[in-house]
């Protein structure tokens, strides 16, 4: 878009950083480590993205960590590991430029987070990894935000919150700012060196899902505020977004517990972290494991195994609403308050007691087992000697519970190929309610190996880079540890080059 109107108020800096998430303050600190003037702009109350909401960790080669352990692991081995989490489907719409950067890179992205105050331990094992990378933050990935929050302001970045973009500002060819409501009215924003888009993924835009990942539309996002903004206006300036159809999920999370663990409301304070990392570092596992169950209980996924072993889904009102193999999570969206319930019988339970059936897993870490939610998910656990009983205790109607595990019985039964029993043994078991989450879409802007934007044709919108998931270019960030070793990597990198055009200008 062109130059705004006159009557726009106006201001002037270096770099402009859209996004207050983990990518967007890494790019805002570079460019400020620089001696850039920065102004970032956040269109929520409070920073921190994505990135705070994650389980934290960060995948890496030839760290202190592994230094530690006697660990011998370089980036190469790391760059084809990664090959191992994709279908041949996905590996063939890889970017490997970008896997490249990320994995060149991750080390010394881990050691500017721990120069800036945050603590990790590790490396724990990650399959198909062949060997452990991956790194957790302590004590959870609000230390992120905190950290990176705490350094922007020491580097002296000009934070706007509750500011939201309109569009960019072109001046023939290149982008020279933006336009945002900063809700005392509009801004335009000039940029001498370029404007860094930040703004996480599109998983909670509506509009964009529609045209990209229609059948998954309907899904809600784990980040509400990730709307795709950054892909919006870098399209209307000639921007294009790769591997849209990609995505991580739908996926059935339970549903939070009425209070948070304490370990999620651990401040990041050093004299907290340096102690568990030496706790965590030196002792072993069984030592935490209750502790690490807590956290598990509360915000991981129940494994599909538990379906294929026998448990049936039923919404609120005791209603079978879809076959459990055939793809579920996309028909939880559809029940009543977006909820549904795993129905199991005693022969399931015992199953699931230990190893190898685990409910839910945080990987390298731990595994909970369905004792593990008695004990620490009373909200989410129910048990009873009958399916009426079972009922009661959740609220449904006792004949429709019945009468949905008939229905599910028979069609076991009249199945040839079936891998499930009957739901026929008591006592009898519910653990719910699950609800239905897109984790990411991995489309991001097309870019260059220096994150700069750039058109279908493959040429440079100049002074317009894009990192973290607004920037994914191409790259598949499966495993866990590469979304937010991406998010930092790229932003530091974008934040430098931006810095380095201003300074050049």
């Not at 969206?333 to 699931?352: G, I, S, T």
């Not at 998931?469 to 931006?498: D, K």
Request: hydrophobic share 40%; net charge neutral; aromatic share 8%.
């Amino acid at each position: 878009m062109n130059s705004s109107p006159q009557s726009l108020r106006i201001e002037t800096a270096d770099v402009i950083v859209v996004g207050g998430g983990g990518s967007g303050m890494a790019a805002a600190i570079a460019a400020a480590e620089q001696g850039a003037h920065v102004i970032l702009l956040e269109k929520n109350p409070f920073l921190g993205g994505t990135t705070k909401l994650s389980v934290g960790s960060i995948t890496a080669t030839g760290t202190r960590f592994q230094k530690a352990k006697g660990i011998e692991d370089t980036p190469d081995e790391h760059f084809n590991d990664m090959s191992l989490f994709l279908s041949p489907e996905l590996a063939k719409k890889e970017n490997l430029e970008l896997r490249r950067v990320l994995v060149d890179n991750a080390q010394a992205t881990l050691e500017w987070l721990i120069s800036i105050g945050l603590s990790f331990y590790g490396p724990m094992p990650e399959p198909p990894h062949s060997k452990p990378r991956m790194h957790n933050v302590l004590p959870n990935s609000r230390a992120y935000a905190y950290y990176l929050e705490k350094e922007c302001r020491k580097q002296g970045v000009d934070i706007r919150l509750e500011t939201r973009l309109s569009h960019l500002v072109m001046d023939g060819e290149q982008v020279t700012g933006i336009v945002a409501d900063t809700g005392s009215g509009m801004t335009e924003f000039n940029a001498r060196g370029g404007v860094i888009l930040a703004s996480g993924d599109f998983s909670a835009s509506t509009a964009l899902k529609q045209q990209h990942v229609p059948h998954a539309a309907h899904v809600d996002a784990m980040n509400a505020a990730s709307t795709g903004d950054g892909h919006r206006i870098a399209q209307q300036v000639g921007g294009w977004i790769k591997n849209p159809e990609v995505m991580w999920g739908p996926s059935m999370r339970f549903k939070a517990p009425p209070v948070e663990t304490l370990l999620r409301r651990l401040p990041p304070y050093r004299w907290i972290t340096k102690p568990m990392q030496f706790a965590l570092m030196n002792l072993p596992l069984w030592v935490f494991r209750p502790f690490v169950t807590r956290f598990m209980t509360a915000s991981l996924a129940p494994e599909p195994s538990l379906l294929r072993a026998g448990a049936m889904l039923v919404n609120k009102r005791a209603e079978r609403f879809s076959d459990e193999l055939d793809r579920p999570e996309l028909q939880v969206p559809n029940q009543p308050d977006k909820e549904a319930y795993l129905v199991f019988d005693h022969r399931v339970a015992q199953m699931f007691e230990a190893w190898p059936n685990f409910v839910s897993t945080a990987p390298g870490v731990a595994y909970a087992y369905l004792k593990d939610y008695k004990h620490t998910r009373p909200d989410l656990y129910h048990e009873a000697s009958t399916l009426a009983e079972l009922a009661r205790q959740m609220g449904m109607p006792a004949d429709q519970l019945n009468t949905s595990v008939q229905a599910y019985n028979q069609a076991i039964q009249a199945d040839s190929t079936r891998t499930r029993q009957p739901i026929s043994q008591g006592p009898f078991y519910a653990l719910g309610p699950v609800m239905s989450w897109i984790v990411f879409t991995e489309g991001g802007l097309a870019v260059t190996a220096r994150h700069e934007v750039t058109r279908p044709d493959g040429q440079r919108i100049l002074g317009l880079w894009a990192a973290g998931s607004a920037g994914q270019g191409g790259t598949i960030l499966a495993g866990h540890g590469h979304h937010i070793g991406w998010a930092m990597t790229s932003g530091r990198r974008a934040g430098r080059f931006a810095a380095e055009r201003a300074i050049q200008r």
